[in-house]
C-alpha cells in the first residue's frame, strides 16, 4: 500500500468513521478500536437506524465508550434511514421519513453537544417517485432549516454533502454545485451562517468532477472532508487518486479542519488498513 511522502500530511486533522471501519466489531468497541490504532477522533453515521429516538441507556452508553477510550467525537449524521442502504437520507421524503427527521434533530444535537461534537451531517433524501421535486426541495429546505438552528443552538455546523450518482442515482445532490446552491439557500433562510459543505472526495470523483476545481472553488464554504480511493471506496493507494497533492491543495486553500477516513478496509481487520498514514499523524494534534 502506498504511503504519503515525508511530511505530506503532518499538518491534517484525521478522524475514522466507525460506521464504515471497524464494523467487525460492536458498536461500543469501536472506539477503543480506534484508539488503539493511534486515532484520537471519530466520527459516526447516525448508529440507530431503525429509530430516530434511541432509549437514552443507548445514548449515554455510546458517550462513555467514547469517553472511556479516550476518543472525540467531531462528525454525527442525523437519522438518514438505513445506512448502507438504499435510503440515503429523510429529510426531503415526505410523510413518516420526513416525521421521523424532525423527531431526530433535537436527540442528535442534544448528544452532539454532550461529547463536544461541532458538526452534523445531513443527508438531503432521495426523489421520491410520483412526488413533485419542487415539492420535496421545499421540505428539505424547511427541515434544513430546523437543523441549522438546532445546530446553532449546541455550537455545530450543519454539513450537506453530495453522493455519487452510480451508487445512488435518485440522490438529487450529485455535484459539488449542486450541495452548495443548497447550503446558500439554507444559510439564506436562517441567517446564521453555519451550513456548511462536506467535500467528499470519493463521491465528486465518483462523479467525474475535477478535483482541484472543486477545491479551489469551494475550500471556504466546507466544514469536512472525508475521504476513500477510487475506484473501489477503499483506502489511499488502492486505487488513483493522488491524496497527497490533494490534501496538500486542500491546505493551501485554506482548510484546516477534519478529514474523515470513510473507506472500506476491505478483506482484512480495519486496523491493518492505516498502513498508508504514518502512526505520527493519526492522534490529533
Request: with cysteine; hydrophobic share 45%; aromatic share 8%.
Amino acid at each position: 500500500m502506498a504511503r504519503f511522502p515525508e511530511g505530506a500530511v503532518t499538518d491534517q486533522r484525521f478522524d475514522v468513521n466507525l460506521s464504515i471501519l471497524f464494523t467487525e466489531l460492536p458498536l461500543l468497541e469501536r472506539p477503543a478500536a480506534a484508539a488503539a490504532a493511534g486515532f484520537t477522533a471519530v466520527e459516526l453515521w447516525w448508529p440507530w437506524t431503525e429509530t430516530p429516538t434511541p432509549p437514552q441507556t443507548e445514548l449515554d452508553a455510546l458517550r462513555t465508550a467514547l469517553d472511556s477510550a479516550g476518543t472525540r467525537l467531531v462528525g454525527l449524521n442525523f437519522y438518514a434511514g438505513q445506512l448502507p442502504g438504499p435510503d440515503r437520507g429523510a429529510l426531503s421524503v415526505p410523510g413518516t421519513e420526513s416525521d421521523r427527521f424532525r423527531a431526530n434533530i433535537d436527540v442528535a444535537a442534544d448528544f452532539a453537544a454532550s461529547v463536544g461534537c461541532t458538526a452534523l451531517n445531513a443527508l438531503y433524501g432521495n426523489r421520491v417517485e410520483g412526488v413533485d421535486p419542487r415539492a420535496q426541495d421545499d421540505l428539505a429546505l424547511e427541515n434544513l432549516a430546523l437543523a441549522a438552528r438546532a445546530a446553532d443552538r449546541v455550537g455545530a455546523l450543519l454539513l450537506i454533502e453530495a453522493l455519487n450518482q452510480p451508487e445512488s442515482p435518485r440522490y438529487p445532490l450529485v455535484s459539488a454545485p449542486a450541495v452548495v446552491e443548497v447550503v446558500d439557500r439554507v444559510n439564506a433562510a436562517t441567517g446564521l451562517g453555519n451550513a456548511a459543505f462536506l467535500l467528499d472526495l470519493y463521491h465528486l470523483s465518483m462523479n467525474g468532477e475535477d478535483l482541484h476545481q472543486v477545491i479551489d472553488a469551494y475550500a471556504d464554504k466546507t466544514g469536512h472532508v472525508q475521504l476513500a480511493d477510487n475506484p473501489g471506496r477503499g483506502a489511499p493507494g488502492t486505487g488513483g487518486l493522488d491524496f497527497a497533492d490533494l490534501l496538500g491543495r486542500l491546505r493551501k486553500a485554506g482548510y484546516d479542519g477534519w478529514v474523515g477516513l470513510e473507506y472500506k478496509p476491505g478483506d482484512r481487520p480495519s486496523a491493518e488498513s492505516f498502513g498508508w498514514l504514518p502512526a505520527d499523524s493519526r492522534a490529533a494534534r
